[in-house]
């Protein structure tokens, strides 16, 4: 039997509790919302929702956090707040959980400000709390509001968490502060992918490839398995460094541990290839991916116009349209730049306008700056 049989046989089981008058309790009432999330039927879960109101039956956290699942799983986040906010007595877990999917969908303010509003109702947060409210602070790349959640971590005694300090770490590198996220990985007793990750990422948003390729190199003299992050970040490294000797031995590792067949690393490896001069081995790793996504076309177009080779660019390109990929303002700064290095003036004219009518994107300065040399190329000598 199928886990999909399950949940469908909970809501059969539910709809005749119904019919024979039976009330439904908390653990009745979570499992129905945790089986519409596992049949992504939202609609259901709202229709069980409403007949827990007019029970008047009393949130309690177990069928809170359920509901709050069920949710944000399906979008729903502003649903899931006015739930959070009919919690009478919440303690950690909803607050925690709210927090998270706010930092996990983006909306970073909203998670600090209902962390916030959990310390002033003196809830203790735990270890969870602080990751998701890091996270939150990390994508907005606010450093004094990491420092002020990272004294708060120090007070809960929280700071020897692998979780936790996996996010100051990553805090600290996003803001560009590798001092102290580099403090903090020295520190740390229990490092585990993540933690490694973390510091590798961070040296390459810094553009610091060379430290990025030797704490990958410790990683690995420590026995710690390399994931797709890992993969995808040392190869950018790579690129920025026109590194291609050690970039061809990490793609050697990437077919050993199979993390070839993963879209990122295929599009990393096309980059790294691209830039550091072997565009038929880019073109090989573009042919051999049995999935592409927008970002393996746009790597494989700038590949390309890298090399001067506008015609092959354009080529692909004209290929990409044919998908269910969207050209993106990426796509348009490598097919006008083939434009230009080809000195193709009117394709390259025709390919701004339709960037701006067809696909409604609004030129940046990257665009104006490859018409201005197309132009410039395409004039009177």
């Not at 886990?3 to 653990?27: H, I, Q």
């Not at 919690?87 to 709210?98: A, C, L, Q, T, Y």
């Not at 890298?306 to 969207?326: I, N, P, W, Y």
């Not at 097919?335 to 701004?352: E, P, R």
């Amino acid at each position: 039997m199928q886990e999909n049989d399950y949940f469908k046989e909970a809501l059969e089981f539910f709809s005749r509790m119904r019919m024979f008058g039976l009330k439904p309790n908390n653990f009745t009432f979570a499992s129905v919302f945790k089986a519409c999330l596992g049949l992504e039927a939202v609609d259901v879960g709202k229709s069980v929702h409403g007949c827990a109101l007019k029970t008047r039956y009393e949130l309690d956290n177990y069928v809170g956090v359920a509901l709050l699942d069920l949710y944000t799983e399906s979008g729903y986040v502003d649903d899931a707040r006015r739930v959070f906010e009919e919690i009478p007595k919440k303690d950690v877990i909803p607050w925690s959980f709210m927090i998270a999917r706010y930092a996990q969908s983006g909306r970073s303010e909203d998670a600090v400000e209902l962390f916030c509003r959990m310390r002033k109702a003196l809830v203790i947060p735990n270890q969870f709390t602080f990751a998701s409210v890091l996270q939150a602070c990390a994508t907005m790349a606010s450093l004094d509001l990491g420092k002020q959640i990272h004294s708060h971590v120090l007070k809960f005694g929280l700071g020897s968490d692998v979780f936790v300090s996996n996010a100051l770490m990553d805090v600290y590198a996003k803001c560009g502060n590798m001092e102290s996220s580099m403090e903090l990985f020295a520190e740390s007793t229990n490092r585990n992918d993540v933690t490694w990750n973390t510091v590798i990422v961070g040296y390459v948003q810094l553009g610091d490839g060379e430290k990025a390729l030797s704490t990958f190199l410790n990683m690995l003299q420590y026995q710690v398995q390399a994931t797709e992050v890992t993969y995808s970040s040392v190869l950018r490294a790579c690129a920025s460094l026109a590194a291609l000797k050690p970039g061809t031995q990490i793609h050697s590792l990437t077919v050993k541990t199979i993390f070839d067949k993963d879209i990122a690393v295929s599009n990393a490896l096309i980059d790294m290839y691209a830039k550091c001069g072997s565009i038929k081995d880019s073109r090989l790793v573009f042919h051999m991916m049995n999935k592409r996504d927008e970002v393996s076309w746009n790597a494989m177009i700038s590949g390309y116009s890298l090399h001067g080779l506008g015609g092959e660019a354009l080529r692909v390109f004209e290929k990409m349209k044919s998908t269910e990929f969207k050209p993106n303002k990426l796509t348009f700064v490598g097919v006008l730049s083939a434009c230009c290095n080809a000195g193709l003036l009117d394709q390259g004219q025709a390919y701004f306008t339709s960037m701006v009518r067809e696909y409604g994107i609004e030129p940046c300065m990257e665009h104006y700056t490859c018409m201005v040399w197309l132009l410039g190329r395409s004039g009177p000598s």
